[in-house]
């Protein structure tokens, strides 16, 4: 099994920034990406970034230029650095990871997510 655990989160003005941060432990054979989804009331989960382990990263377009993702492929964690903040981030973020636990099996797996409140 592969057990993600995330930290950061919590209340922010807008225009402020915050920093997520997960690790991931378990039966790890090959981290092929990790990234973040978020989820806000009475909404679908959606992508917010990604990052593959030869480091290209993707971005959905609402916070191109404002949330970094970075990586380490030693450590097997992520982190988003989120700045310029906007109500509209507000949501519960879930760190996610696309792992291999041997040569033939390959699967995501999701943290418990953290809470990101955005007060206008």
């Known amino acids: 099994q592969v057990h993600l655990v995330e930290t950061g989160g919590g209340l922010v003005q807008a225009g402020g920034s915050l920093r997520l941060s997960c690790a991931a432990s378990?039966?790890?054979?090959?981290?092929?990406?990790m990234g973040w989804d978020r989820q806000a009331p009475g909404k679908q989960r959606e992508m917010v970034a990604t990052?593959?382990?030869?480091?290209?990263?993707y971005y959905t377009d609402s916070v191109k230029g404002r949330f970094t993702i970075s990586g380490d492929n030693a450590k097997n964690t992520v982190t988003l650095q989120m700045n310029s903040l906007k109500p509209e981030d507000a949501a519960v973020y879930y760190c996610?990871?696309?792992?291999?636990?041997?040569?033939?099996?390959?699967?995501?797996?999701w943290g418990q997510g953290t809470q990101v409140t955005v007060s206008s």
């Open positions: 990052i593959t382990s030869g480091g290209t990263t």
């Open positions: 996610r990871a696309n792992v291999n636990r041997d040569w033939d099996n390959r699967s995501d797996y």
């Open positions: 378990g039966t790890i054979f090959r981290m092929n990406a």
